[in-house]
């Protein structure tokens, strides 16, 4: 959210931020490098259509992944501030919402093995109001310390407006 103070309502603070761990985009990374040394390295012909060919598939498949974790990491943050979580993700579509922390039922994070070494994970959010909702942000920086955050500032009275 590259304006937060126009997003803010007055008197509101930001008490967090987080943004999604730049890990995201190695394995994408990785499968269009294979990819490309699929097309590169030479082969006895028998095989090199099918190799090449293969190869380009990986390619295209890699980069697009690759450009749509660039844009996924370069685009999603979550702010925490003392009323509501403001949440944004992505370019096309681009995904926003701000439930209200009165309304957030819970936070939960999982982590898996390589999350716990390269501290992130995946933070979910679950609010009540119109229509259940339930989010999943992975690959969240320090995504334990926030959701403690977010729960500690859910056991604040909300403010009175």
């Known amino acids: 959210m590259k304006n ?57 498949i890699g980069l697009w992944k690759l450009v749509s974790s660039v844009a996924m990491w370069r685009t999603t943050k979550l702010v925490l501030t003392d009323e509501r979580l403001l949440c944004e993700a992505g370019l096309f579509p681009h995904k926003s919402m701000s439930p209200a922390l009165n309304h957030v039922d819970r936070v939960e994070v999982r982590r898996g093995i390589l999350g716990r070494l390269m501290g992130y994970g995946t933070l979910i959010v679950s609010a009540r109001g119109e229509g259940n909702l339930r989010v999943q942000y992975r690959q969240i920086v320090g995504a334990e310390e926030l959701a403690q955050k977010i729960r500690t500032q859910m056991s604040v009275p909300a403010k009175r407006i």
Not at 33 to 49: E, Y
């Open 4 to 60: 937060v103070e126009t997003t803010l309502r007055p008197g509101e603070n930001v008490l967090a931020t987080a943004k999604i761990h730049a890990a995201s985009v190695i394995i994408p990374a990785i499968v269009f490098v294979v990819g490309v040394v699929l097309v590169i390295i030479s082969i006895p012909q028998s095989v090199a259509d099918w190799v090449s060919m293969l190869g380009y598939l990986v390619g295209i």
